[in-house]
C-alpha cells in the first residue's frame, strides 16, 4: 500500500494475545486493567513496527475446556493473524488438574490449531505459567506447576517448523519466590496470583524482546 507521499507503507502485524487474566491485565482486585498488550503496542511503536493486538483475555478461565473452545471459535471466523501468543493453565492448576491434562486436553490443541491453520502461517509464543504466593517451588502443587512449565517448554524445544513456534519463559522472567528485594516484589505483583501495571509491562517486555528479531 502507497502512502500519501507515495512511499511503500507497511502493513501492520495482526496479533492474538489470548489468554486469562493474566492476560486482560487483571489487577487491584478487578477494579483496574492494564492488559500486557497496552505496553507491547507501545514498544512496537518505539520501534516504528505498525501493530495492532487484538486482546483476548477471560479472567477466571481455564484452558479445559473453555479455551480450547473459545480460540476454535475465534479461528473459525477466518481472521488472519501474524503472531498469536498464549498463556494459560493457571485456574486449571489453582482447580488441582494435572499438568498433562492441562497441556494434552488443553495447551497442545490450542498450540495445534494455530500451526496448522491453511489460510494462514501464523507464528505461536508459547509462555510458561508465574509462580504464586501460595506455594513456595518444593510444595506439591508447585511441582505440577513445574511440570506442566516442562512439557511447554519441551513442545517448542521440539517443534517441527523452529521458525513458527517460539517460547516466552515468563517463570523464569518474573519469579516471585526468589525475589530477595520485597520492594521489587510488591512493584511487580499486586496480590498472591496477579501482577500490577509495571507487571504487566515487564511480561511486554519478555516477549517483545523475545520476537522483536525474528518480525
Known amino acids: 500500500m502507497l502512502s500519501k507521499n507515495g512511499q511503500q507503507q ?4 495482526h496479533i492474538l494475545a489470548f489468554g486469562d487474566s493474566l492476560t486482560e491485565g487483571y489487577y487491584r482486585y478487578g477494579l483496574a486493567f492494564h492488559p500486557y ?3 507491547l503496542t507501545n514498544l512496537f511503536d518505539s520501534a516504528n513496527i505498525p501493530v495492532k493486538i487484538h486482546q483476548q483475555g477471560v479472567s477466571g478461565e481455564r484452558v479445559v475446556p473453555s479455551m480450547v473452545k473459545r480460540l476454535r471459535r475465534l479461528l473459525e471466523n477466518n481472521v488472519s493473524y501474524d503472531w498469536i501468543i498464549i498463556l494459560g493453565g493457571t485456574n486449571d492448576l489453582g482447580s488441582s488438574s494435572s499438568a498433562e491434562d492441562i497441556f494434552k486436553k488443553g495447551l497442545e490443541p490450542m498450540y495445534e490449531m494455530c500451526l496448522n491453520r491453511v489460510q ?5 509464543v508459547a509462555m510458561t505459567v508465574i509462580e ?3 506455594d513456595s ?13 516442562r512439557m511447554i517448554r ?14 516466552v519463559d515468563l517463570d523464569k522472567g518474573i519469579p516471585y519466590h526468589s525475589v530477595d528485594d520485597n520492594k521489587e516484589r510488591e512493584q511487580i505483583w499486586d496480590d498472591t496470583i496477579h501482577l500490577t501495571a509495571a507487571g504487566y509491562d515487564r511480561m511486554a ?3 517483545f524482546d523475545a520476537i522483536k528479531d525474528r518480525i
Open 10 to 13: 507497511q502493513q501492520p502485524l
Open 205 to 207: 517486555t519478555l516477549i
Open 154 to 167: 519441551d513442545y517448542v524445544a521440539n517443534a517441527n517448523d523452529q521458525n513458527r513456534v517460539y517460547l
Open 37 to 39: 498488550a497496552t505496553h
Open 120 to 124: 494462514s502461517k501464523a507464528k505461536l
Open 137 to 149: 517451588p518444593t510444595h506439591a502443587r508447585d511441582k505440577n506447576r513445574q511440570e506442566l512449565n
Open 132 to 134: 504464586n504466593a501460595h
